[in-house]
Nanobody, 132 residues
Framework: QVQLVESGGGSVQAGGSLRLSCVVS??????????IGWFRQAPGKPREEVAR????????MYADSVKGRFSISQDNAKNTVDLQMNSLKPEDSAMYYC???????????????????????WGQGTQVTVSS
């Protein structure tokens, strides 16, 4: 059974930084078959994907709203996928979740699924609050 545990949330002022960490356990996730995503949900808004990483290909994708400010990375030795968040804005305030994503393949070409519909497993979330 896969378990994902987030940490690193907190309260910061606008322009500040936070680093979220997602520890993945329960199976050997560091393989070419895995994709990990970071999502967020603010009160009254739908859950949205902010970044995802194809562990095997080492490729990352970002939502336009965070591109250039957020960076997703993996640490194979620690089984973690981190989200570095810089230049934070009040609109980044939300509960942040990590998740495992569907990974597809066709004739040797692989890809990560995107969005809530592609999620296999969720973490419990960590709160980020950015004040102006």
């Amino acid at each position: 059974q896969v378990q994902l545990v987030e940490s690193g949330g907190g309260s910061v002022q606008a322009g500040g930084s936070l680093r979220l960490s997602c520890v993945v356990s329960g199976y050997e996730y560091i393989s070419t078959r895995n994709c990990i995503g970071w999502f967020r949900q603010a009160p009254g808004k739908p859950r949205e994907e902010v970044a995802r990483r194809d562990i095997g290909a080492g490729k990352s994708m970002y939502a336009d709203s965070v591109k250039g400010r957020f960076s997703i990375s993996q640490d194979n030795a620690k089984n973690t996928v981190d989200l570095q968040m810089n230049s934070l804005k009040p609109e980044d305030s939300a509960m942040y979740y990590c998740a495992t994503l569907f990974r597809g393949s066709n004739h040797g070409v692989t890809w990560c699924g995107s969005g809530v519909a592609a999620v296999n497993d969720w973490g419990q979330g960590t709160q980020v609050t950015v004040s102006s």
